[in-house]
């Protein structure tokens, strides 16, 4: 494992500032472990998505729904709205469709309440699983979470069993090949918390919740286009699953996604091919 230490990545930025040295939290450059593919699993799940563009929208249309009725119907003083509206754009849904969400949000127009859950538990190997959902029905998602973990060699565990191996933070994944000098340049002075790049070259930009939209812009006005980005619950640590643990444990992931309840799954687990 080859480690960049605080010190070089300030170094790196005097190199490409003519000396100035920028606010730095730690940055870290990781040398995955040969056949361990974080961006396999990535392309995974995106390709998952597209080919369920009907089940993304309603997952969507939730998501802008509750957020309106939290925070109000305008994206500006809204962030959680404003990211479930670049969430839709990104999907191409119509905003005649977003705007009847927002009013059902915000109560000026009939709709069903939807409430948020949170469901912790266990995957294959004693992998940790969240489950985050909305549903108007908790009797019939915790039976039907429940059931897609027990089929596929999972089980359900009590609230905070796991969740204290994961840190809510926002995340930006940028492709292999993208300009890691360029991207370490633009997050160190957005406040970002933490920059990996794996053996593969993708690099994995992480920050503050709060800093999520901040960092967002700034990528965008440097032209740095990145693969994906989103507000997550990053495991501290990662698990490896190979062979058949590990296409049961994609399994069980899999069957969690597409149950009409499930928001977003997050795993400590990375699924070797």
Known sequence: MQIITKEYAIHKAQLGRGGKIPACRSFIQVQAMAGHSKWANIQHRKNRQDEKRGKIWTKIIREVTV?????GGDADTNPRLRLALEKAAAANM?????NRAILRGTGEAEGVNYEEIRYEGYGVAGAAVIIDCMTDNRTRTVAEVRHALSKHGGNLGTDGSVAFMFKHC????????????????????????DI??????????????VSYHTVKTAF?????PFEASEITMKPDTETELDGE???????LLDALDDLDDVQQVYTNVIINE
């Open 170 to 193: 926002g995340q930006f994944i940028f492709a292999p090949g993208t300009n890691e000098d360029k991207v370490m340049e633009v997050a160190l002075e957005a406040g970002a918390d």
């Open 220 to 224: 965008e006005q440097a032209n740095l």
């Open 67 to 71: 957020a309106a009725r939290v925070g």
């Open 196 to 209: 990996v790049t794996d053996e593969e070259g993708m690099i994995e930009v992480i920050c503050p919740v």
């Open 94 to 98: 119509p905003k005649d469709n977003l």
């Open 245 to 251: 643990d590990g296409q049961k444990m994609q399994k």
